[in-house]
Every structure is written in C-alpha cells, then in structure tokens.
T-cell receptor, first 112, second 113 residues
Framework: DTGVSQDPRHKITKRGQNVTFRCDPI?????LYWYRQTLGQGPEFLTY????????KSRLLSDRFSAERPKGSFSTLEIQRTEQGDSAMYLC??????????FGPGTRLTVT | GENVEQHPSTLSVQEGDSAVIKCTYS??????FPWYKQELGKRPQLIID?????GEKKDQRIAVTLNKTAKHFSLHITETQPEDSAVYFC????????????FGPGTSLSVIP
C-alpha cells in the first residue's frame, strides 16, 4: 500500500497520560499536515511540515502538543498530559507542492 | 484568517435527483477550492477541485462552480446514487498558507433509493 498510513488506528488513554501518534506519508511527498477532526465537524488544521521544517502551527495547538518530522519522512504528534477535550480523530495528510492532499486513515484518540 | 461556511448541514434527496451544496469563504486571496467526500469511518478523499482562474469544472456527474466576486462556490451532483451518501466538505486555501486548506463544517448527504 503506497498511501498515507497512521499508527495506531485507535488509542484509549487515561487523562494525564502522554500519547504519541505516527504518520508515514506517501514517499515522494515533501509536505505533511496534521489535522484534528471531531464528530460532525470538518478537519481542523494543526500543523504543517515541508520536509523536516515545521513551517506553521495553529493557535489551536497548545503547548501540550508537539510534532516532529526529523528526517523529512515520517512524522510524530505527541500530546502531553492528555485532557478529555483532546478526544478526537487525528488525521495526517501529505502532498506534493501545490498538489492534492492525500489523507491517512486517522488515529482515533479517546481520553477517559 | 480564512473562514469557510457550508450549507446545508444535512441534505436528503431521492435517487436520481440532483444535490447542491454551497460554500462561502472570507479571504479574497484564497486561490484553490477542493471538495472532499468522507464516508462513515473512512478518510476524506478529494472528489473535485477548482482554482481561482476557472469559473466552472465538471467531472462526470460532479461539477463545481466558483464566483470569486461573491466569494462563493458550489458542488453539484447530478443523477445521485445511494453510494453518493457521505459527508462532503468544501475547503479553501489561502494564498499565503503554505498549502494548508481550511475546511467547512460539512454536509451530510443521504440519497434515498
């Protein structure tokens, strides 16, 4: 499968714990995006990478959220001290410059 | 920043009828407008897109129109089929956005056989 992949697909965690998600983009795509989607809403932009550089970060992203793309390939999104309001689907997408964004299947996070 | 609104939030049509979803955007500098379809439990998938230098684009039963003056764009699906049932999202890309897109809240389309 040469599409965007995400791991894990589901994560249940207790409030206060840290979680980390991984995204593997399509190999020739240098642009990678993280979005958050809650029930009944469209994806909300969180952050964006061009190769290994994080070029933009939404004001929605509190200091508890951090993302990396160390070698310009896969990316990780870490949430520290999770809160119930962090429960959502976390979507990753990748693209060529000015190209269509291809989405991964998402990681569904439930904070209990 | 860019803000995208979308109407209606839910839409039911009989199989074979047409469906129209309308979106407005706030940033006049936005230059790219994709539409995504998301089936239940699946990832969003691009179904059609339009750039700001084009007024209309068609792909089989799907068409999109863009009115830059009114900052308004619409998705038209003709001869709807049950497999068209899904949530549809419009989006806009601000010119200075590094390719990020801002999504509307979505329209849940149900096609009744």
């Amino acid at each position: 499968d040469t599409g965007v992949s995400q791991d894990p697909r589901h994560k249940i965690t207790k409030r206060g714990q840290n979680v980390t998600f991984r995204c593997d983009p399509i190999s020739e795509h240098n642009r990678l995006y993280w979005y958050r989607q809650t029930l009944g809403q469209g994806p909300e932009f969180l952050t964006y990478f061009q190769n290994e550089a994080q070029l933009e970060k939404s004001r929605l992203l509190s200091d508890r959220f951090s993302a990396e793309r160390p070698k310009g390939s896969f990316s990780t999104l870490e949430i520290q001290r999770t809160e119930q309001g962090d429960s959502a689907m976390y979507l990753c997408a990748s693209s060529r410059p000015a190209g269509e964004q291809y989405f991964g299947p998402g990681t569904r996070l439930t904070v209990t | 920043g860019e803000n995208v609104e979308q109407h209606p939030s839910t839409l039911s049509v009989q199989e074979g009828d047409s469906a129209v979803i309308k979106c407005t955007y706030s940033d006049s500098a936005s230059n790219y407008f994709p539409w995504y379809k998301q089936e239940l439990g699946k990832r969003p998938q691009l179904i059609i897109d339009i750039r700001s230098n084009v007024g209309e684009k068609k792909d089989q039963r799907i068409a999109v129109t863009l009115n830059k003056t009114a900052k308004h764009f619409s998705l038209h699906i003709t001869e709807t089929q049950p497999e068209d049932s899904a949530v549809y999202f419009c989006a806009a890309r601000p010119q200075t956005s590094y390719d990020k897109v801002i999504f509307g809240p979505g329209t849940s389309l149900s096609v009744i056989p």
